[in-house]
Each structure stands twice: as C-alpha cells, then as structure tokens.
C-alpha cells in the first residue's frame, strides 16, 4: 500500500489538483484514477481545506489585487471560489470508493460552525460569515464535512491535522488560548511514542523550509512550496520520503 499525505490545503485547489494529476489519483476531469478506487493508493488530506494563508493567497483565488477582507463583494467571491472547489473535491472523494480521507482542521470547523472568526490583525477570514457581507457554506458542503474524523490509524501509524495527543484534536477556546497545538513536536515529541503510534503525520504548523521529517513523526504544512509525503505503512522499517511538485 501506497498513501499519499497532504498537508493543510487553504484554499490552494490547484496545487492540490496538480499534485494529484502527478502521482496518478486523479484524472484530467477531476475524477479518481483506477488506482485510488482500487486501494492500491491512498490519499489522506489532513484538513483545512478552507481560508488561503495570505492576502496574496487571496487574491490567486479571486482575481482581485488589492483583496479588501472588508468588501462584501470580495467575500462573496472568495467564498463562491471556495465553495465551487469544495463541491469538486467531494465529488472526488465519493468516487475513490474510501480511499480519500479527509481530516476536520480547525478552520474547517470554524467555517462549518460559523466560529470562532480566525486570522490574525492583518487578516480576518470572514467569506463565510453573512453577518460581514460573506456567503455562507451551502447545507450539503455543511454536511459533507460534518463527517469528516479528527484522526486515522493506518497500521501503526497516526495521521491528524494538529498532534499525537486527544486534546490537540479538540478546537475548543482552550485551544486557542495555548501555545501547544504550534509547539508541541519540539516540546513534547516523545507525545508519538507515549500514544503507541509507529509513525506521526501532522500539519497545522506552516513549514515554511518545507517539510520537517523526524524519526518518529513529520510536520508537512508545505503545500504552498509544493510539497507533500508519500508513505508504505506495510514496510518495516517505515518508508517515508518528501515528495515535491516541479515546474
């Protein structure tokens, strides 16, 4: 068995839709490969799907420059950009016959509850807040993602979108308000060996050197350069290596 990892997606579709093309799981039409519906390939996505990372980010996906996250006008386009993707995502995802995993992120839950409003004094993510002008997520996508689990276990190895330990998967004001959920891996990275997993593979955290690979888990928000982890749980020892887009 091969999985495919990807780490926080923001809102970067086309990376995602590049990368998949590259590794054979999807089609030029978007739709999942012989491949991936057979299980001979997994794909895992581990959350956040939603909210680009910067203005910048932003703008790629509108087609605005300068995007103002103040204009009604501008939310309503970077939430239908989103919203348009979602829905070819999941579509996706239904025909790989299970072998997409999708994590629940803390901005997918945020987007999904309509709470807490994230970013930071330079950038609120307010498209799917109506109160602000923004549109809110379509009931089927609300839905879609109310399924989506915090982890998944996969022959000793671990995959969730924040840490190893119960309390990291919890979005709760709690955790917010601490600074642990960014740096437990070189706090407390023993937490992947306490937990009894092989392997740890987790996000949240930007990488901005790229991929951070250790012996006993792998840090892999680096979509934005274009990188990715490809893993062989069946293998023993582990075989893991970081996998980049080119051109």
């Known amino acids: 068995m091969r999985v495919v990892a990807v780490g926080d997606l923001h809102a970067n579709f086309p990376a995602l839709w590049r990368l998949l093309r590259a590794e054979g799981l999807a089609d030029a039409a978007f739709r999942p490969t012989p491949g991936l519906r057979s299980g001979e390939v ?5 959350g956040d799907l939603v909210h680009p990372k910067t203005h910048r980010d932003y703008e790629r996906l509108t087609g605005l420059s300068p995007y103002n996250p103040q204009d009604p006008t501008h939310l309503r386009l ?52 109506p109160e602000h002008g923004g549109r809110p997520l379509p009931e089927p996508l609300k839905a879609w993602m109310a399924t989506f689990p915090r982890e998944l276990h996969l022959l000793g190895v671990h995959f969730a979108h924040v840490g190893p ?26 937490y992947v060996e306490r937990m009894g997993f092989r392997f740890g593979v987790y996000g949240h955290v930007p990488m901005k050197g790229g991929i951070l690979l250790k012996d006993r888990f792998a840090l892999i928000d680096a979509l934005d350069l274009g990188e990715y982890l490809e893993l062989f749980p069946e293998a023993e020892p582990l075989k893991v290596q970081v996998k980049r887009l080119h051109g």
Do not use: C, M
């Open 165 to 190: 330990v119960p309390w990291l998967q919890e979005y709760n004001e709690l955790f917010y308000a601490q600074s642990e959920p960014k740096t437990w891996w070189f706090r407390t990275p023993d």
């Open 42 to 46: 997994r794909l895992v996505l581990l």
């Open 78 to 129: 970077a939430a239908g950009a989103q919203i348009r993707e979602l829905f070819r995502l999941k579509a996706f995802q239904e025909g790989a016959e299970g072998h997409v995993t999708i994590l629940l992120g803390n901005h997918d839950e945020a987007a999904l509850k309509g709470e807490p409003v994230l970013g930071n004094r330079h950038l609120k993510h307010l498209e799917f807040h």
